[in-house]
């Protein structure tokens, strides 16, 4: 059983907790993951990833086992943090990239500036465009104890995501972890000119969404493929919410098969 | 010298509109629905709270007090500047006091521009205290609680060099660009009017008005919790070289006064906790968005329970809220104990509360102004001389 190694490492003076998983054998071509806005509960369901490839999780500054930044007020900082933080781990080849919700905006907008470091891109419902007939959820007003249902769409799922004390300590995470997000988007929660600038995204793409996301609608995938440059193919599943790597295995192995240059 | 020996007294108004929409758990606030509005009784509301207003400056109080609040039925000021303007025509000697515009609220140069308005046409009677606003007014205002703090203190730092500095200056700063920060008019008063920062008892908050020479006034915290920070204040402020007097701290308080105690209760009782039931009681989510409260300010709040929403008894709210039902004489001694406690010479008084009818209101603030504040003035309660 395959499992991520922590590490720290500082990067432009703020300390950042990278995750990482890759085959027994060693090697493997990198994969940079960027997580969604909540760093809480781990990326096991990520590791099936690690079979092939040397998988790193960085965990965004102001989120889980990563240290504040109060110098990061917008999604572009995020971009030039990541800029850095490819340097400090010497991925000078072209990587593959994966972003989920708030990362996969992240993710895009590297992809914008920094095109000739990835590879292959994956968007797993990406946040931060604007399409105003299918607007995402704003989750700020989404009330703590329902948060759960917009989050996944399987009852069983919704189950494990519900049960369990809630503790003054996971309040308090969580309230961090929303206040990092708050300082990025809490204005808008896209980016006005992502529309525009997404054409600068020449590289293979895949996009990823659950059919029944609640948080950002899958009507929006075909908004995204239609900005990009480059040719993208969308993957939809059925009876899958927003944490579409958690709700199906389904969602890493079509990964997987996009990155082995899969159809 | 006794602080009882300069005391003010401060009238406040909260402006409420009182006909609440029942069966809402989360309170009066930000997503309540404006329907509910009836614009012949807001415009008699704005009547009569003015009146009563007016009536103090008449009845001799050092200074009127209004402050702002936005959607919710908590407050019919979600312009406070305009309700002073208001007084100022109406009024001859009383300070007029904006206690007041979060500043993050607005462009900091305009409320430079507005207070200096204030000051000038009520010829020096104007004293602004600066809020960050509560949770609630984020969510109903385009604007990020996690960077507010930030803001805060820039739009200060623009408002001060905008009324000090010869203008026109310039203004390079995070969240401003000033290419000519050319305020007119100016302020009356100089360098400016008296300014205290408005706090909930967050560290940093009592730290910053300290080490600015700030003025701090806590609005709705517990006794104990409020005195802890006045002694923090003090301390701060003499590091930074600032001498604080009893003027600096402001104390807010309940009172209501009647012939007999019982009378007193049976008056005010049921407004007051009116008061504290339906207009300030709001939801967790609504008056704590991500990034409003400091983590560690956040930590002691939910180990101390406060979130726990719970009815609230008159025996818990009178021991954590400075409240005195009563006889003149038994306001006038509570109130003196509670500035000597506080070592402030300066205290807020709540006269209407709630759904306080217009008479109730006008008995109370003419019979505290006529039988608690000369007692407290000249000392003629014996008890307070037997004290002495």
Redesign the interface.
């Known amino acids: 059983m395959i499992q991520f190694r922590k590490s720290d490492i500082v990067v432009d003076g703020v300390r950042v907790q990278v995750l990482e998983a890759g085959p027994r054998s060693g090697g493997g071509k990198p994969l940079v993951y960027f997580h969604g806005a909540g760093a809480m509960r781990g990326f096991d369901e990520l590791l099936p990833l690690a079979e092939q490839h040397r998988l790193i999780v960085p965990i965004h500054p102001g989120f889980g086992g990563s240290d504040d930044d109060l110098t990061i007020?917008s999604v572009l900082d995020y971009v030039v943090h990541y800029a850095s933080l490819f340097d400090q781990l010497e991925l000078a080849e072209p990587v593959d990239l994966v972003g989920h919700s708030l990362g996969g905006w992240i993710a895009s907008l590297f992809a914008v500036f920094h095109g000739h470091r990835v590879r292959r891109l994956v968007l797993a419902c990406p946040a931060g465009l604007r399409v105003p007939e299918h607007p995402s959820t704003d989750l700020?007003m989404v009330?703590?104890e329902t948060l759960p249902s917009y989050l996944v769409e399987a009852p069983a799922m919704l189950a494990k995501l519900s049960s369990g004390e809630v503790t003054?300590e996971m309040?308090?995470a969580r309230?961090?972890e929303?206040?990092?997000?708050?300082?990025v988007i809490?204005?808008r929660s896209y980016e006005p000119k992502l529309s525009r600038w997404l054409k600068r995204i020449a590289v293979p793409t895949l996009i990823l969404w659950g059919e029944q996301d609640r948080v950002i609608p899958v009507q929006q995938a075909r908004q995204w493929a239609d900005r990009l440059a480059s040719e993208a193919q969308i993957t939809t599943f059925d009876g899958v919410g927003h944490l579409v790597f958690i709700e199906t295995q389904g969602a890493a192995k079509r990964v997987e098969s996009f990155l082995n240059g899969g159809g | 010298m006794s602080v009882l020996d300069r005391l003010q007294f401060y009238l406040m108004h909260f402006m409420p509109y009182p006909d609440v929409v029942p069966d809402r758990p989360q309170g009066q606030w930000v997503d309540i629905p404006n329907t509910h509005f009836d614009p012949e009784k807001g415009h008699q509301l704005y009547k009569n709270y003015i009146d009563e207003l007016v009536l103090g400056d008449a009845l001799g109080y050092d200074a009127l007090v209004v402050n702002e609040h936005h959607s919710t039925f908590y407050s019919l000021m979600p312009s406070c500047s305009i309700i002073a303007g208001a007084l100022i025509a109406r009024t001859r000697q009383a300070k007029i006091c904006v206690f007041g515009t979060p500043i993050t609220l607005t462009y900091p140069h305009r409320l430079a521009e507005e207070y200096a308005m204030l000051d000038v046409m009520s010829g020096g009677r104007l004293e602004c205290a600066f809020p960050l606003g509560t949770g609630m007014e984020y969510w109903v205002n385009?604007?990020?609680?996690?960077?507010a703090r930030e803001r805060f203190r820039e739009s200060m730092d623009v408002l001060m060099q905008a009324w000090t500095q010869p203008g026109p200056t310039r203004w390079d700063g995070e969240f401003y660009h000033y290419k000519y920060l050319n305020p007119f008019p100016l302020p009356y008063q100089k360098p400016h009017p008296k300014i205290y920062i408005v706090g909930s008892g967050t560290e940093d908050t009592v730290q910053y008005a300290a080490e600015k020479g700030f003025g701090y006034s806590q609005v709705f915290t517990p006794i104990a919790a409020q005195l802890r920070s006045f002694e923090n204040y003090r301390a701060t402020a003499a590091r930074h070289g600032h001498t604080p007097d009893s003027e600096s701290i402001i104390i807010s308080a309940i009172p209501y006064v009647a012939e007999s105690e019982a009378k007193a209760i049976e008056e005010a009782r049921d407004h007051i906790l009116f008061y504290f039931r339906n207009l300030l009681r709001t939801g967790d989510?609504m008056n704590?968005?991500?990034?409003y409260?400091p983590?560690d300010r956040?930590?002691k709040r939910?180990?101390a329970g406060v979130f726990q929403s719970s009815e609230i008894t008159w025996e818990a709210l009178t021991s954590v809220y400075r409240t005195v039902l009563g006889t003149p004489e038994q306001v006038a001694e509570r109130i003196a104990f509670w500035c000597e406690q506080a070592q402030s010479s300066k205290i807020v008084v709540h006269l209407h509360t709630g759904d306080m009818p217009h008479w109730k209101a006008v008995k109370n603030i003419t019979l505290f102004a006529e039988e608690v504040i000369p007692r407290l003035r000249r000392k003629l309660s014996p008890k307070l001389k037997a004290a002495e």
């Open positions: 007020n700020f009330p703590p003054v309040r308090i309230y961090r929303m206040t990092s997000l708050a300082r809490w204005e | 385009p604007l990020n609680p996690a960077t989510q704590t968005p991500p990034g409260l983590v956040l930590r939910l180990e």
